[in-house]
């Protein structure tokens, strides 16, 4: 079983949509888990960070941890053209990311 | 809005050459960190390094990868002798203390022939 999974995609979905990006993971240890965004040939970007379960919203963005089913989504309201993008989740065991492990991504087009 | 600037953003080399990817981390930042993301797959920790030694190695940084800080403000990966597998995206990061996640660099893509 591979550490982290994510559905590779891609997702397609129109303007305006609610959009809903997800990656399950296998380690209990894991406790922090990030979002980052990656454009086209572009190094990832953080889009979000969190460490304990339940919601954490920040605008358009909502990410949501679920410890107990090893289950972490982001949600993007209000999908716009320039979210079209590889979304990848990192998880890990310490606060600074030195041993994340990141998901292969999930590749996301908005259509307008 | 500072960011971290990686040269060249495009490398071919023969197989067996040794290449030096260069990276300018922000200027506060004291941890950094090389990736590398092989076409169409995840992007893999490489190493961490931080007071000027490796805090933190994975298993495919073996004896043919280095870093090296080599003033206050480059920070280096070579490769000494290139095999077709090293062809990928490497991305230089970095951190300061407070901050979590890191800034990722835009990438050099390394083709190796």
């Known amino acids: 079983q591979k550490e982290v999974e994510q559905d590779p995609g891609p997702l397609s979905v129109p303007e305006g949509a609610i959009v809903s990006l997800n990656c399950t993971y296998s380690n209990s240890a894991f406790q922090y888990f990030m979002w980052y965004r990656q454009y086209s040939r572009k190094g990832p970007e953080l889009l979000m960070y969190?460490?304990?379960?339940g919601n954490k919203e920040d605008g358009r963005f909502t990410a949501q941890v679920d410890k107990s089913s090893k289950y972490i989504s982001l949600f993007i309201r209000d999908s716009q053209p320039s979210d079209s993008a590889t979304y990848l989740c990192?998880?890990?065991?310490?606060?600074?990311?030195?041993?994340?492990?990141f998901g292969p991504g999930t590749r996301l087009s908005v259509l307008p | 809005e500072p960011e971290v600037t990686q040269t060249p953003s495009h490398q071919v080399t023969q197989m067996g050459q040794e290449v030096i990817l260069r990276c300018v981390p922000i200027?506060?930042?004291?941890?950094f960190y090389w990736y590398r993301q092989i076409l169409g797959q995840k992007v893999e920790f490489l190493v961490s390094?931080?007071?000027?030694?490796?805090?933190?190695k994975s298993e495919i940084f073996d004896d043919q990868f280095s870093v090296e800080r080599p003033d206050g403000s480059n920070f280096t990966l070579k490769i000494r002798s290139t095999k077709l597998e090293d062809s990928a995206m490497y991305f230089c990061?970095?951190?300061?203390?407070?901050?979590?996640?890191?800034?990722f660099g835009s990438g050099t893509r390394l083709t190796v022939v």
């Open positions: 200027s506060n930042h004291l941890y």
């Open positions: 390094f931080y007071n000027n030694e490796i805090s933190e």
């Open positions: 990192a998880i890990g065991t310490d606060f600074y990311g030195q041993n994340f492990v």
């Open positions: 990061a970095s951190r300061n203390t407070e901050s979590y996640g890191y800034t």
């Open positions: 969190t460490y304990s379960s």
